[in-house]
Nanobody, 119 residues
Framework: QVQLVESGGGLVQPGESLRLSCAAS????????MGWYRRAPGKQRELVAS???????NYADSLKGRFTISRDNAKATVYLQMNSLKPEDTAVYYC?????????????WGLGTQVTVSS
């Protein structure tokens, strides 16, 4: 059973920073691409950033320069450093990963972590 667990969300003021983490656990053989999505109130889920196993990154155009995705393959963890946060960054942030477990390849999601940017 594979699980993704996010952490690091919270309430911050505009201009501040947060670092989200997402750790994968369970019967994992290999983790391929990992990523972060977010869903703001009243909006559809959108891609924030993704990173391949070898470290190739992809970002939503509107977030380039403020957000940085990274991963630690040894820890099966992906991170999202968010700087200069804005109220419009308020959302539930979800991580996802393509993982080969003991027998097959699957796409997994975490339950999400709330990020609220407000003064």
């Amino acid at each position: 059973q594979v699980q993704l667990v996010e952490s690091g969300g919270g309430l911050v003021q505009p201009g501040e920073s947060l670092r989200l983490s997402c750790a994968a656990s369970g019967s994992i053989f290999r983790i391929y691409t990992m990523g972060w999505y977010r869903r703001a109130p009243g909006k559809q889920r959108e891609l924030v950033a993704s990173i391949t196993r070898s470290g190739i990154t992809n970002y939503a155009d509107s977030l380039k320069g403020r957000f940085t995705i990274s991963r630690d393959n040894a820890k099966a963890t992906v991170y999202l450093q968010m700087n200069s946060l804005k109220p419009e960054d308020t959302a539930v942030y979800y991580c996802d990963a393509n993982i080969i477990d003991g027998s097959s390849r699957g796409h997994y999601w975490g339950l999400g972590t709330q990020v609220t940017v407000s003064s």
